[in-house]
Nanobody
């Protein structure tokens, strides 16, 4: 069992930065690929960024490539999402997700576990 708790969301002006954290409980965190998804009002949940279980492989949605960075610290059971150059289009609830195995889940039906989400609002 893995429990995920996100933090770090908030209100920021366009061009600003935020750092999201996802703290995981359970001893299987290092066996999971981890991802961040987001869901804006009226839109489907979409993949944002993912990182493999050892941190060796990362991947990103085209819309955030070059602006967002995903990382993890297995000693702290935590995954991070550094978000720079934020745009109003980045406004959404951001979810942390875990899937057993080495690769990060990219489809919304891929994760075994989800966090409760944290709101990110970018004002223009």
């Amino acid at each position: 069992q893995v429990r995920l708790v996100e933090s770090g969301g908030g209100l920021v002006q366009a061009g600003g930065s935020l750092r999201l954290s996802c703290a995981a409980s359970g001893r299987t965190f290092s066996n999971c690929g981890m991802s961040w998804f987001r869901q804006a009002p009226g839109k489907e949940r979409e993949f944002v960024a993912g990182i493999s279980w050892n941190g060796g492989t990362t991947n990103y949605a085209k819309s955030v490539l070059g602006r967002f960075t995903v990382s993890r610290d297995n000693a702290k059971n935590t995954v991070y999402l550094q978000m720079n150059s934020l745009e109003p289009e980045d406004t959404a609830v951001y979810f942390c997700a875990a899937a057993f195995g080495p690769t990060a889940p990219r489809a919304p039906n891929g994760p075994n576990y989800w966090g409760q989400g944290t709101q990110v609002t970018v004002s223009s």
